[in-house]
């Protein structure tokens, strides 16, 4: 009963309770710090747009792109692979007529 | 100034026009995230963090809502992720050390009282903040917009986009579990 009585004391302390407010210059510091996130943008787009950094991405993408051509010129499909071994089993079987003979004369 | 003013002048980078909008809303952002972070540094840094994104995504603002009713929404969404950023850090936080350099633990504050809480209400209220650091994120926003910004129900539907009776629901199931919770403090006492 007790306990009740505290939990509801409790759950009414808020009553009456004032907006907290920052400290002072906080206007101050915020203005800083959106000095400070646009300068950090404005470094990262000035270090990816610098000539050496520009030049090494695209070389980069240039070598990915040629490795992977070479990769799909060089190595037939699996589908490929099977194409080609049906052919050779074809052509082995594909016996002419005198070819038959010779077998049973 | 007008608010249809304001966010005119905001979305064409007006400085003044920011400092107008700092002034004005920074005691009711603040206060919010206070009672969410319930730490005065974390607060700051929340509300800071408000009014940046406010001055670099304003261009977004269509104007469907109120102005206060996005920056509740902005320091909500800021706040919570700020503690799953904490709590994330404590659950990692035995790899390094848990003592500062005057022995003090680095991850468990002391217990937070709200600066604005009335003198004789100071240590109920230390209860109070115990219990609602244990709720879950949507209750713990609607009573802490509830009690500590004195919303109404419906606005703070608005801001939680749901209906009277879903916040009536909610802060009915918040007390219950403040109650509960409560309750096993005391008794842990």
Known sequence: ?105 | MEEIELVRLLQNGDRAAFKTLVTRWQDMVYNTALGLMQNESDAEDVAQEVFVKVFEAVNSFKGESKLSTWLYQITIRKSLDALRKKKRKKRFSFIYSLYNENDELIHDPPDFVHPGVMAENKEDAEWLFKAVKRLPENQKTAFILNKMETLSYNEVGEIMNLSTNAVDALLQRAKKNLKKYLSDLLKEQ
Do not use: H
């Open chain 1, 1 to 105: 009963m007790n306990q009740d009585k505290k939990i509801e004391s409790i759950l009414n302390s808020l009553n009456g309770v004032r907006r907290a407010s920052p400290g002072y210059y906080f206007f101050t510091r915020v203005q800083e710090r959106l000095n400070d996130s646009r300068s950090y943008i404005e470094g990262v787009i000035r270090f990816i747009t610098k000539p050496a950094i520009a030049i090494a991405t695209v070389m980069i993408i240039i070598l990915i792109n040629v490795f992977a051509v070479l990769n799909t010129v060089q190595k037939p499909t699996a589908q490929q692979t099977s194409e080609i071994a049906s052919v050779d089993e074809y052509s082995q079987m594909n016996l002419s007529l005198s070819d038959v003979e010779k077998i049973n004369p």
